[in-house]
């Protein structure tokens, strides 16, 4: 019988493959909010068919969208959800959001309605009210104060400002059931501030994107992903160079550095079992083991025999994109960066400068698909400017 069965599957499998057509349902759609749907439309399998993927890049259809295709968008998104289908909210109405500056105040009104608070950076920009209505809410919803919080984080108003600064004075009454400090929520949309209000900004605002197909401008004299002469002083093996930033050219102004060059310097592999793996630079281009790594309890024991990362792969584009273009890691964008948003992988992670103990900023991402198919992971490097070190972490699924 087992035989049998086999066969039947077997002829079956051919005589699908014999038979399957390819669908382009993009053929002849020149409408940017038609293409944004058909992308999004959910499909049920057929086996006889094979829908073909759009050929074209989603975030450059966004940038041709008028004002009142945005609007088309938002509607056809809230008629989704009204019917109980909150992914198109939760893809489209986020893809709006990281690559434009939408209008989301019937957005935000639905959502308020019907207690949608994620995903969380589509309160971005919200208004005044929003926040206000929000910040009411934590003492009301007992069971939503995780979710408020990370939406509150990215109003990032005067008022939120202040909320945020008085919990460090004082702890509210519903923060007793939380996991980490209700004020460090702010840093899911990568800002902090101290008691007295002072705010700091966790990454840079201008964002190059770092691309493995050559971009059609570069920026000329970038290395990724070269060996450094400095060791791993765990493992003995060769820092990996993620970038060599040649600080002299002013497209790289915005990340403050006077100088010729900045080596941001890791391990590869080790790297990806600690915290956070510290190397202090210089602006000349040199890079050290920091006296401040400790060792974590599990290294593996192979990293001498473990496949690098192929080298100088990857180009730095001269073209600006928005800072959150890649600040959620379902967007369907490129990820590798210097400046903007991370896209966390898992929670939010912006280590301590092991020297003045205050909260590091990012300064890039590299992910590991980017670099070579059917890898997976992504670096992420913050600085401290002030003492000179940078730190390397690593996410993953
Ligand atoms: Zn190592
Ligand atoms: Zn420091």
Redesign the pocket.
């Known amino acids: 019988m087992p035989c049998i069965q086999k066969k039947e599957r077997a002829e079956r499998q051919k005589y699908i493959e014999e038979n399957r057509r390819d669908i382009d349902p993009f053929d002849g759609v020149t409408d940017p909010v038609e293409i944004i749907l058909l992308h999004h439309v959910r499909r049920s399998p057929e086996p006889l068919v094979k829908y073909l993927p759009f050929k074209g890049e989603l975030e450059e259809v966004y940038k041709t969208l008028s004002e009142f295709d945005e609007a088309r968008l938002i509607d056809f998104s809230i008629k989704k959800a009204e019917k109980g289908e909150l992914e198109y909210i939760e893809n489209i109405c986020l893809e709006l959001t990281a690559f434009r500056e939408p209008n989301f105040s019937k957005l935000h009104k639905y959502m308020l309605r019907e207690k949608i608070y994620y995903p969380s950076m589509l309160f971005r920009n919200a208004s005044k009210e929003v926040g206000k209505e929000l910040i009411l809410r934590l003492g009301l919803e007992p069971d939503n104060i995780n979710l408020l919080l990370l939406s509150l984080a990215w109003i990032e108003n005067d008022d939120v400002l202040k909320e945020f600064a008085s919990w460090k004075i004082k702890l509210p009454d519903w923060s007793t059931q939380l996991y980490i400090h209700p004020s460090d929520y702010s840093k899911e949309a990568g800002w902090i501030t101290s008691a007295n209000e002072e705010k700091q900004t966790l990454y840079f605002d201008k964002c190059l994107p770092i691309l493995s197909n050559k971009p059609n401008e570069s920026v000329k004299n970038i290395g990724s992903l070269t060996e450094s002469d400095s060791r791993c002083e765990w493992c003995g093996q060769r820092l990996t160079n993620l970038l060599e930033i040649d600080i002299s050219n002013n497209v790289f102004d915005f990340l403050g550095f006077k100088g010729s060059k900045v080596k941001l310097a890791t391990c590869e592999v080790c790297s990806c079992y600690s915290n956070g793996l510290f190397i202090d630079f210089d602006t000349s281009g040199n890079v050290a083991w920091s006296r401040y790594n400790k060792k974590p309890e599990y290294l593996p024991d192979d990293s001498d025999e473990r496949e690098r990362l192929p080298k100088k792969c990857l180009e730095v584009s001269s073209s600006f994109r928005s800072p959150y273009y890649a600040a959620n890691e379902f967007l369907p964008t490129t990820f590798s960066q210097i400046g903007g948003m991370p896209a966390w992988i898992q929670d939010f992670v912006y280590p301590d400068?092991?020297?003045?103990?205050?909260t590091?900023k990012f300064i890039a991402q590299i992910s590991n698909d980017e670099i070579e198919k059917y890898r997976e992971g992504m670096y992420y490097v913050h600085i401290?400017?002030?003492?000179?070190?940078a730190s390397t972490s690593y996410q993953q699924t």
Not at 353 to 358: A, I, K, L, S, V
């Open positions: 400068c092991p020297e003045c103990t205050g590091m401290c400017s002030s003492c000179m070190i």
